[in-house]
């Protein structure tokens, strides 16, 4: 087993660690980023196993017991990371130049054979310069940022190893226990994990275990899809209340991996906690909403109980609060079609299951024209998680069901362009209007009058693998299972869908393609939602359980 620590080579023989033969003068100090390396030379085309290990505080012994104890359950390892504090108080001649920071090893970044790139930042923030020993300051921080950057289309590093935590990383993030991430940590590691764009980022030195949301490291629908960031801090090493000290976890190294599967968002990502404040984001947003199609399409009215649903069950705890493993996504400003939002009314909805919902369109095509919406905040197909894409093929399986019985087909689109919240778009096209063919043709000739691409996916192939993570497009959905695809550019008519749908070869109801053009009077809203809910009902699943 060979210990790597920022150039610095150690070789154990026997499982006692002793300085190696490749010594230079770039060293561990104290409060440090430190890495072990088992088998640097193998080339990697699966993934690595890493472990990654907060504050040692010069326990030694604890760790590497523990470590030997997992590789014998779990099989080795490929590399040990360790951040915070390394050494403790522990008295140890062999080390003391390295605690006392006369040799030291501030910052650097090592790639090992595999391609597989970490950059590391010792001990913690330091304002004054020169700097005392065991500190970093803006000049190391920068210079780590510029060596790195240099390299032409940089896209991140894989792990980042700091001590401190960085500033406000708990921003649009889950919650960070006892550590209030607005007053603690620093604000260099912050700025230096907003550029290096790590995989995965480690600190510790709050003696406490907390795992982050993973963050976006783009603006969506403004720059193109990156790879997200994991935040993990760690606690110390053999601490007496057991919080997490040892993380494991696979990774391929970045430059060997193709790109949309490098891009992949997690349903559970969040906005970059560094970018800018919760406030400044939401004036941000703001800024954006005169651009957007006016979100108020329809609304909910939560104090209103509607339908019989659950409440023969003894009450609707399992209806509107649905039990879910984890919070789905919360928007960071108001949004329109949030179940749980609490400016918005209620009286279209029509159905409620367990990840979504069913609701009349506000000023629809027609008196059936639905949408199914996710109940979290998830801005399209491509972000949904599996649960949630099980449950929004259920609700269109009813849907159709019930459409058929009617002797209508369903066509069903959706367009994720300025929009933030899923809404899959359900009209009904009667029988006797038009075969499939003839609407996916009108579709097809709109499109090249408009000069898109529209491409013809397979039956059973999905808009996930498809859709590039971020990137806004529009698609429909025939009957027939067959699906028209568009990726967006630049623009894109907001209309679209429904325009293509009125017109003369489908519907035949061309003023009626801008739902604003459509409206109808509250009761009118109701009375529609009450029918619709009713001739739904047999196919309800979410009623059945
Ligand atoms: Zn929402």
Request: with cysteine; charged share 25%.
């Amino acid at each position: 087993m060979r210990r790597l620590t920022g150039g610095r080579v150690w070789s154990s023989h026997s499982g006692r660690l002793r300085t190696g033969p490749r010594c230079e003068r770039r060293a561990p100090s104290l409060s440090r980023s430190f890495i072990c390396s088992r088998r640097p030379g193998r080339m990697a085309q699966k993934p690595l196993r890493l472990l990654a290990c907060g504050d040692v505080e010069g326990k030694f012994d604890v760790l590497f017991n523990r470590i030997r104890a997992i590789q014998k359950k779990s099989g080795n390892f490929d590399l040990l990371l360790c951040v915070g504090d390394f050494f403790g108080s522990t008295p140890s001649t062999e080390w003391e130049e390295y605690r006392t920071g006369v040799k030291r090893g501030r910052k650097g970044v090592f790639t090992g054979a595999s391609g597989l790139q970490i950059a590391y930042l010792s001990g913690t923030e330091s304002l004054a310069e020169p700097a005392p020993p065991y500190s970093f300051t803006f000049k190391d921080v920068s210079s780590l940022k510029a060596a790195l950057q240099a390299t032409s289309q940089f896209k991140g590093v894989d792990v980042l190893l700091t001590s401190p935590w960085p500033k406000g990383v708990g921003n649009f993030g889950n919650a960070s226990g006892d550590v209030d991430t607005k007053k603690k940590g620093s604000s260099l590691i912050s700025h230096l994990a907003m550029d290096l764009k790590p995989r995965y980022h480690f600190a510790a030195l709050e003696k406490t275990y907390y795992e982050r949301l993973p963050y976006r490291n783009h603006t969506v629908l403004q720059e193109t899809a990156q790879h997200v960031t994991r935040f993990i801090a760690l606690a110390n090493v053999g601490n007496p209340e057991k919080r997490k000290y040892l993380y494991a976890f696979s990774i391929l190294p970045l430059n060997l991996m193709d790109m949309a599967e490098l891009v992949k968002q997690p349903p559970d990502v969040t906005e970059n906690p560094y970018r800018k404040s919760g406030k400044e984001a939401l004036s941000d947003k703001q800024g954006l909403a005169p651009q957007e199609e006016p979100a108020c399409q329809f609304f909910f009215d939560l104090s209103k109980k509607q339908g019989k649903k659950r409440q023969s069950t003894g009450g609707d705890s399992k209806g509107v609060s649905p039990k879910q493993p984890r919070k789905p996504p919360q928007p960071l400003g108001p949004c329109w079609f949030c179940l749980a939002s609490p400016e918005v009314e209620k009286h279209l909805v029509v159905s409620i299951g367990t990840h979504c919902y069913l609701a009349l369109a506000k000023g629809g095509l027609c008196d059936d024209h639905v949408l199914i919406l996710p109940i979290g905040h998830y801005q399209s197909v491509v972000d949904l998680s599996r649960e949630v894409v099980e449950e929004v093929e259920k609700y269109k399986c009813a849907v159709r069901q019930l459409f058929k019985s009617k002797g209508k087909r369903c066509v069903l689109f959706e367009r994720n362009y300025r929009s933030h919240h899923l809404q899959l778009q359900v009209v009904p096209v009667p029988l006797s209007c038009c075969t499939t063919d003839d609407i996916k043709e009108a579709f097809i000739i709109q499109a090249q009058e408009q000069q898109m691409e529209l491409l013809e996916i397979p039956e059973h192939s999905d808009i996930q693998q498809i859709a590039q993570p971020g990137a806004p497009y529009f698609y429909v959905e025939l009957d027939t299972g067959e699906k028209l695809f568009h990726r967006i550019k630049k623009s894109f008519p907001l209309h679209f869908g429904r325009e293509v749908l009125a017109g003369e070869a489908i519907l035949n109801i061309p003023n009626k393609s801008d739902w604003r053009q459509c409206p109808r009077s509250r009761e009118e809203e109701e009375a529609l939602a009450r029918l619709f809910r009713k001739h739904f009902q047999p196919f309800d699943f979410a009623l059945e359980d």
